[in-house]
């Protein structure tokens, strides 16, 4: 039955696409996948915009079994989590425990976002190095992989490429496991412009491998978010031996994957919310050596993901949770935060046609009859 979205008349799918049975959790052999994942609202809770984060800790938990279940490692508490755009560091830290403990209970990998949020005004370089500590402490008790994130404290406070080098290298030193290492590009947050020291992407690239060439035994990969394919190939050629490229590119991430005669990235990234039945499944058939087959899988859902992380790319958490909710996960689409809010609705509208498209809703029907309800609350039933 045509349902009358903002771009014009479309046709729902009337079924999913066919994967094949669930895995039940086995492993991805030929890279290490990560997803970032949302996090669920209470929508009954009386929060307003300014204040703590009212999660559905039973609906946000269940979605983390649903991305273990197909074999894929959760990264937990970054920005797809609403880190600093909903979710203050004491929902962060209660979040990194409710979910760690959950891994540990089911077996599901996961990594955790460290980073400098409950400092909220103008610091020194000593407080932000104590803000990192008391995080990454907090992940590493709750038995998690840290992921030391891109610190806006830092970015404000840092005067050069030293105070960049001698904050890792301090936080390096102390961390008791090999972490990742989290390069998030401005136009993720805008508060993180120059980071490394320099608004000159080469001279901060340079700064970044030196950050990992002193210390290559402290860091197990790095994520590189910048949305630039040829800067990631480039530097992932020039890492150590046993550091790892984590993809954080939701614009090239199929062929970032698959990769080159002279190596490919692993995965840590966004799109892999929406995408991670799929994705699981794709990377399943790379492990088969079949890479013409897993770039038939995905190399169709570029196209959803560029959509999502459109200018302005950090509201791209508006599409993910639109399409948690329309795909059953989850009872509705509220966010912590309001950011609900941050997407028009022709954009949330294309998001669900090139979703159904794919073939992403388990239940088709219900998200046909969910995306009813959202036009007709904005007054767009025709």
Same mark, same amino acid.
């Given at each position: ?6 771009q014009?008349?479309?046709e729902?799918r ?5 994967l094949g049975?669930a ?24 929060a307003?915009?300014?204040?703590p984060?009212?999660?559905d ?14 074999g894929?490692g %959760?990264?937990?508490a =970054?920005d797809t989590a609403?880190? /600093? ?5 004491a ?6 425990r409710?979910?760690?403990a ?7 990998r996961?990594?955790?976002? %460290?980073?400098?949020?409950?400092l909220t005004g103008?610091a020194?370089?000593a407080e932000?190095?104590?803000a990192?500590?008391?995080q990454l402490?907090?992940v ?5 992989q840290a ?6 404290a830092?970015?404000?406070?840092a005067?050069?490429?030293?105070d960049y ?6 936080l ?5 496991e090999? *972490? ?6 401005? =136009?993720f947050?805008?508060?993180?412009d120059g ?10 690239t340079?700064?970044?491998?030196? *950050?990992i060439?002193?210390?290559p035994d402290?860091?197990? /990969?790095?994520?590189?978010?910048l949305?630039?394919a /040829?800067?990631?190939?480039d530097v992932?050629r020039?890492?150590p031996?046993g %550091?790892?490229?984590?993809t ?5 991430y199929p062929?970032?994957? @698959?990769g080159?005669?002279? /190596? ?9 919310d929406?995408l991670?039945?799929l994705?699981?499944h794709?990377?399943r *058939?790379l492990d088969?050596g ?8 995905l ?13 302005p ?6 599409? %993910? &949770?639109?399409?948690a ?6 009872d509705h689409?509220?966010? &912590? ?5 941050a997407?028009?609705l022709?954009?949330?509208?294309k ?8 073939g992403?809703?388990?239940d088709?029907?219900l ?8 036009? @007709?609350v904005?007054g767009g039933t025709?």
């Amino acid at each position: 039955m045509t349902i009358h979205l903002p771009q014009g008349p479309y046709e729902p799918r009337t079924t999913p696409l066919d994967l094949g049975p669930a895995p039940d959790g086995a492993a991805l052999a030929s890279r290490t996948v990560f997803s970032a994942a949302h996090v669920v609202a209470d929508p009954y809770a009386d929060a307003g915009p300014d204040g703590p984060a009212a999660v559905d800790w039973d609906a946000t938990l269940a979605f983390r079994r649903h991305l273990w279940s197909h074999g894929l490692g %959760v990264a937990e508490a =970054m920005d797809t989590a609403q880190r /600093g755009m909903g979710l203050d560091w004491a929902g962060a830290a209660e979040l990194i425990r409710r979910s760690a403990a959950e891994a540990k209970a089911v077996g599901g990998r996961i990594a955790c976002g %460290v980073g400098t949020d409950q400092l909220t005004g103008p610091a020194t370089l000593a407080e932000v190095r104590a803000a990192y500590e008391e995080q990454l402490a907090v992940v590493e008790e709750s038995g998690a992989q840290a992921i030391l994130m891109a610190s806006r404290a830092l970015a404000a406070t840092a005067t050069g490429p030293e105070d960049y080098l001698e904050t890792y290298a301090h936080l390096l030193r102390q961390a008791a496991e090999p *972490v990742v290492l989290h390069w998030l590009g401005p =136009m993720f947050d805008p508060a993180l412009d120059g980071y490394w020291g320099s608004a000159d992407l080469d001279a901060a690239t340079d700064t970044f491998l030196k *950050v990992i060439a002193e210390h290559p035994d402290k860091v197990d /990969g790095i994520k590189m978010s910048l949305l630039d394919a /040829g800067r990631e190939i480039d530097v992932r050629r020039r890492l150590p031996g046993g %550091v790892r490229c984590y993809t954080g590119d939701d614009f090239h991430y199929p062929e970032l994957i @698959a990769g080159d005669e002279r /190596g490919f990235s692993h995965a840590l990234l966004g799109i892999f919310d929406p995408l991670g039945t799929l994705a699981a499944h794709a990377v399943r *058939v790379l492990d088969t050596g079949d890479t013409e087959g897993f770039r038939a899988l995905l190399d169709p859902t570029v196209e959803l993901s560029r959509h999502l992380f459109q200018t302005p790319t950090r509201y791209y958490k508006t599409g %993910v &949770v639109l399409l948690a909710w329309l795909a059953g996960h989850q009872d509705h689409f509220t966010m &912590v935060g309001g950011l609900q809010s941050a997407r028009s609705l022709p954009h949330l509208a294309k998001a669900y046609e090139l979703a159904d498209r794919l073939g992403l809703f388990p239940d088709p029907e219900l998200a046909e009859s969910r995306m009813r309800a959202l036009l @007709a609350v904005h007054g767009g039933t025709r």
